[in-house]
């Protein structure tokens, strides 16, 4: 077994295979202070961006973002639909309503709420506490979330994981997002796995995914492990009960960018609107294979005509994270349309 890191660096677990393509481009990243909460050296951060994982140790604390005692407090006070919290155990994923109670005004479509009690209850036997839409409950988390999507032009999501000591929550797996793994209370043990395939579109879907080329690390308070998406993991809380956060940062491929400009050009080109031959399954190969080849030809024309620049810019304005409203601006928003409502009235 690997011992685990004692500083910031990278695991030995295999890469992704070899992706061939035009050379890397370097960004310079600004507004990194965001970044600086969930990795201790951001170059290093841009040299394993999509490739392989970094752990950074001694990030310090974490409670002006989120904390076990937020937690709790989200838990057991705010009124939240069951929706928000999911239950798993030793690779299974128990059904949430085990941890739900009916609402005071209910009705046949009225949403359950998570019961404090019975969540205290599914802890104490062994059950991970997974909290959904953590930026949408913590404002702070939110601000975080805000700093980061600015820092990398990626939208994120964000959930936290409460496991009881010795437990283990999720199988192994892996996502279809980059995330950070921000430990913030107690420890866990994570196993890491070389992706099945690199970048996968696929989701995990509860299938069995080897762990191969293991790697191990045990992340302790002030610790971050950054994933990137396809590594297999699965983690276990130690002799005390564990908090992570976990922020994901939503892909954007070249994949979603092309087939956006494509559909663009669609929309002008009448020769990529038409239909197929009629009978188009029994045609010569060599003369489908020459339709399509010019097809393909006024594409690449498309792709590369000038200027590229001002292309790229929609591309970046279509895919960019959306703005999220700062705390204060939508009650600001409300009381001016309260005002101009008054005075048409």
């Known amino acids: 077994m690997t011992e685990p890191p004692t500083a910031t660096e990278t695991p030995t677990a295999p890469e992704p295979s070899a992706v061939t393509g035009p050379p890397a481009v370097t960004v310079p990243l600004a507004g990194t202070e965001p970044l600086a909460r969930l990795a201790r050296d951001v170059a290093a951060l841009a040299e394993c961006w999509e490739d392989r994982p970094l752990l950074s140790r001694g990030l310090g ?79 702070e988390v939110a601000a975080l979330a805000r700093g980061v999507e600015d820092a990398t032009g990626y939208a994120t999501y964000s959930a936290a994981f409460l496991t009881p000591p010795g437990a283990r929550g999720a199988a192994p797996h892996y996502d279809l997002a980059s995330v950070f793994i921000r430990q913030l209370h107690g420890s866990k043990r994570w196993q890491v796995g ?60 070249w994949e979603q960018v092309l087939v956006r400009r494509i559909a663009e050009l669609a929309a002008r080109e009448p020769a990529l609107r038409q239909a197929l031959p009629l009978g188009f399954h029994r045609a010569p190969d060599g003369a489908m294979a020459s339709l399509m080849a010019s097809r393909a030809e006024l594409v690449r024309e498309h792709l590369g005509e000038p200027p590229c620049e001002r292309a790229w810019k929609t591309v970046r304005d279509g895919h960019a994270p959306p703005r999220r409203t700062p705390p204060g601006e939508l009650a600001a928003d409300l009381r001016d349309a309260l005002e101009e409502g008054g005075r048409e009235s």
């Open 61 to 139: 604390s974490f409670d002006d973002v989120f904390s076990l005692s937020r937690m709790e407090s989200v838990l057991a006070s705010a009124p939240l639909v069951s929706s928000f919290v999911r239950l798993m155990r030793d690779g299974d994923q128990p059904d949430p309503g085990r941890a739900a109670r009916p609402r005071e005004r209910g009705g046949p479509r009225a949403e359950q709420l998570v019961d404090p009690a019975k969540l205290a209850r599914e802890l104490r036997g062994g059950t991970t506490i997974l909290l959904e839409e953590v930026q949408t409950c913590c404002p």
């Open 194 to 253: 070389r992706p099945v395939e690199p970048w996968p579109k696929e989701p995990w879907n509860n299938r069995k995914v080897p762990l191969d080329g293991r790697v191990e690390y045990l992340l302790e308070e002030g610790d971050c492990l950054y994933l990137p998406r396809g590594y297999v993991h699965v983690g276990e809380a130690t002799g005390a009960a564990s908090l992570h956060l976990s922020i994901a940062l939503k892909p954007v491929t």
